[in-house]
């Protein structure tokens, strides 16, 4: 038998199997079987154009059946699987592409026009798929699906490349994070104990498939244990309500607690029959962990984790949930606060989850180990009496919005660019819906009146909308130390 780790574990034990896998907001249902023939058919896409193990395959969809499915034929031939966010402009997508020389790219329809020269011009082929899974993927391998033309299931290691996402430095380039089957399964494993999560479970998964978050840990856990998922497009606060008496699970992010909160319809009645609320991908306010154990008698379970390592701590499932914490190291992973413990300082990690470096950059992935092995998170914490950890920075100014990542350096290269403007500086504040908001102070050329809107439309059409800043403030200078660098900590306590 073949050895593929994350296809034998997650996948090919449902083979013909009719339980329920998805089951949609409309109530039609997709079974384990159903989920199968579409990776088959999708892995008969890969086959016929050409992919080999070790390729990459992109993804910019939208969440569906289909953009799960292609992650599982990627396990399946040995691809790399590369999901991008839909809310990637053409010239960042156009960067990816080239950057991780892809060899398929899957794209709405909508934007094909405008990406597949870029993608020729690299040598890549272009799929596109819709909303509702549909495209023209569908007719690479004819209009059927013959026994065999899926090949082979590709041989894969432990060691091997199962999936790639991309980050930002403080330099602003993007860096391709490479994860291989290991790294996924062991946290995958270790999660499912830790969380008991069964084939009984039912998860409320509205997360978006193009973050870790979503997809290797909402949607492994659940194949591993063949439990069953409500699948929905987007959070909606009212749609979540109304099919949460289904549900024994949910996984979000804070903002999803926050619009929880906001509707008088949720409480107690609603939530009586979840067993776990899980809170991720950004800082939960101590306020709504309150607020919402106030409502349904039930306390958010938060973990901590990032796009290299996937989940790092948890707090635990039978045990004290420390508000404001977010657990305890997950049991095979190490942790330790450099430089040392007790103290604030750098929160480091080693173990079976941490990535296998950045993409074509030996010298990133050398800066983000110690000489004696371990994973610079570039995240500031302590550890408490108990082993707790709680994070109280980011020594890189990293700011997590609605669980997505956004760099500042990338952010105030584009504003620095636009006219008029001397030079910038980008930070996060909080932000009750969000766990933070982007903000920008600009500082304005000498004799310069700024037109800050304009800017904020220039920004538009080269930048993500999640990244674009939500407030913004005209400064005569910014503040500096000793030293001449930026003190954004003085702008957070500035306009918090």
Not at 130 to 152: I, L, Q
Not at 457 to 467: C, D, I, M, T, V
Not at 477 to 486: Q, S
Request: glycine residues 10%; negative net charge; contains cysteine.
């Amino acid at each position: 038998m073949t050895e593929n780790p994350l296809y034998d574990a997650l996948f090919a034990p449902h083979a013909g199997r009719d339980a329920p896998f998805l089951t949609f907001a409309d109530g039609g249902t997709l079974t384990y079987a159903g989920f199968l023939a579409l990776v088959d058919r999708l892995a008969a896409t890969l086959h016929a154009a050409g992919i080999a193990p070790g390729d990459r395959v992109a993804a910019q969809v939208e969440k569906s059946q289909a953009s799960l499915a292609l992650y599982a034929a990627c396990t399946r031939t040995g691809a790399v699987f590369l999901p991008l966010n839909t809310a990637y402009p053409d010239e960042e997508v156009q960067f990816f592409l080239r950057d991780c020389a892809v060899s398929l790219f899957f794209c709405d329809p909508g934007r094909a026009p405008t990406l597949a020269p870029v993608a020729a011009g690299l040598g890549a082929r272009v799929c596109t798929m819709a909303p509702d899974g549909r495209g023209d993927w569908e007719t690479v391998a004819g209009p059927t699906n013959p026994t065999g033309t899926t090949g082979p299931i590709a041989p894969r290691g432990t060691d091997d490349l199962a999936a790639m996402l991309y980050t930002s430095g403080t330099t602003g380039r993007p860096k391709g994070a490479m994860l291989s089957h290991g790294n996924l399964l062991s946290n995958t494993r270790s999660l499912s104990r830790l969380w008991g999560i069964g084939a009984g479970d039912v998860l409320l998964h509205a997360l978006p498939v193009y973050h870790s978050h979503g997809l290797f840990v909402a949607s492994n856990v659940i194949l591993l244990n063949g439990a069953q998922m409500l699948w929905l497009p987007k959070f909606d606060a009212a749609q979540a309500i109304r099919l949460m008496p289904r549900a024994t699970l949910m996984m979000g992010v804070p903002t999803f607690y926050t619009r929880l909160l906001s509707d008088p319809a949720f409480g107690r009645d609603t939530a009586g029959h979840m067993r776990l609320f899980i809170s991720g991908s950004a800082p939960l306010l101590a306020q709504t962990h309150a607020e919402f154990e106030a409502r349904t008698g039930q306390r958010i379970l938060e973990r901590y984790g990032l796009t290299e390592t996937s989940m790092n701590t948890s707090n635990p499932l039978d045990g004290p949930r420390k508000a404001g914490t977010v657990g305890l190291p997950l049991p095979d992973v190490d942790l330790r606060i450099a430089p040392g413990e007790g103290a604030v300082g750098e929160i480091q990690v080693k173990g079976p989850n941490v990535f296998k470096g950045y993409w074509g950059l030996p010298d990133k992935t050398a800066e983000a180990f110690t000489e004696d092995g371990w994973f610079r998170t570039g995240d500031l914490g302590t550890l408490d009496q108990d082993g707790y950890v709680t994070i109280v920075g980011r020594s890189k100014d990293l700011i997590i919005t609605g669980g997505l990542n956004v760099y500042p350096k990338e952010v105030e290269a584009l504003i620095d660019a636009a006219d008029g403007v001397l030079e910038s500086a980008v930070f996060g504040l909080p932000d009750a819906d969000f766990g933070e908001r982007v903000a920008a102070a600009v500082v304005p050329v000498p004799g310069v009146q700024l037109d800050l809107d304009a800017i904020q439309a220039a920004l538009a059409p080269r930048l993500a909308r999640f990244k674009q800043p939500k407030e913004w403030h005209a400064v005569p200078e910014l503040p500096r130390n000793a030293m001449g660098k930026v003190q954004k900590n003085a702008l957070r306590q500035t306009y918090s």
